[in-house]
């Protein structure tokens, strides 16, 4: 991280000098912990790979702004409705279009990196098409393929913790009338089961819960067929990105049910 990148984070943070000799300081084993970062406000704590992303991706023009709000400043954004508005988020731009995605998240290097400004689906014309994505993590990809000219996106995620960001995703994004969010795992049954509820910061397999308790959710086991059959799905597109679910999903769907998707 060069100086001329900590001189940038003048226009981010209140205490961005603080903060800089904070991560040199946990950087070079002088310390541990978080790097306490002030905007708008707020206080907030980034993992120094964070807080080094950020910082680079600013400088380099990758991300336009850091936003921590707070009731004083709220009105900035009039476009969001207040009861939306998540403590944080970072806006970078993408096809002439300013994006929010809440932050921080544990995982936001690959989302900007790959996905959006990376083209991990530049090859995929989701124009005027439904999309179904299975495993949506905290919404980025549903985001994309909204922005990107999809009719609809019904986008699936199991885990309570990243649904609920992916809704304040679509949300502070004005896309809720072109994205539908299920806290739902897509199953080779239908069903219903148990998710934890615990914050996840990876990607990893969803792995049921056998039974109901106060750290679980009851949440929906949706097949293909279902989908294809309630959300009337017809030479749609099928993006599965949910950790090894491919298999048993892919090979219990009937060749009718595969047809729904040109992709």
């Avoid at 120094?48 to 850091?66: A, C, E, K, M, R």
């Avoid at 279009?97 to 936001?108: V, Y």
């Amino acid at each position: 991280m060069s100086l001329r990148a900590v001189l940038s984070t003048r226009r981010l943070f209140g205490n961005w000098f603080g903060a800089a000799v904070r991560y040199l300081l946990i950087k070079h084993g002088l310390a541990s912990g978080l790097v306490m970062v002030r905007c708008g406000g707020l206080v907030h704590g980034l993992s120094p790979d964070l807080y080094s992303f950020i910082v680079n991706s600013y400088y380099d023009g990758n991300i336009n702004d850091v936003h921590c709000l707070d009731s004083r400043i709220n009105l900035r954004y009039r476009d969001i409705p207040l009861a939306v508005i998540p403590p944080s988020f970072i806006e970078f731009s993408y096809s002439n279009k300013s994006i929010r995605l809440t932050s921080p998240i544990s995982f936001i290097y690959d989302i900007l990196f790959e996905n959006f400004l990376g083209g991990a689906y530049d090859d995929v014309d989701v124009s005027g098409r439904v999309v179904v994505d299975v495993g949506a993590g905290i919404g980025d990809t549903a985001v994309l393929f909204a922005l990107r000219g999809a009719e609809r996106v019904i986008a699936l995620e199991p885990y309570p913790s990243l649904y609920e960001k992916a809704l304040m995703n679509v949300r502070i994004n004005g896309l809720e009338d072109k994205v539908v969010l299920l806290n739902a795992a897509v199953s080779d049954t239908d069903g219903f089961t148990y998710a934890p509820t615990q914050e996840i910061r990876d990607y990893v397999l969803f792995r049921p819960m056998t039974h109901k308790s106060s750290e679980s959710v009851r949440i929906r086991t949706i097949t293909l067929r279902t989908l294809v059959k309630e959300y009337g799905v017809s030479n749609g597109i099928l993006k599965m990105d949910c950790e090894g679910c491919e298999y048993e999903v892919i090979n219990s769907a009937e060749p009718e049910t595969l047809r729904a998707f040109g992709k």
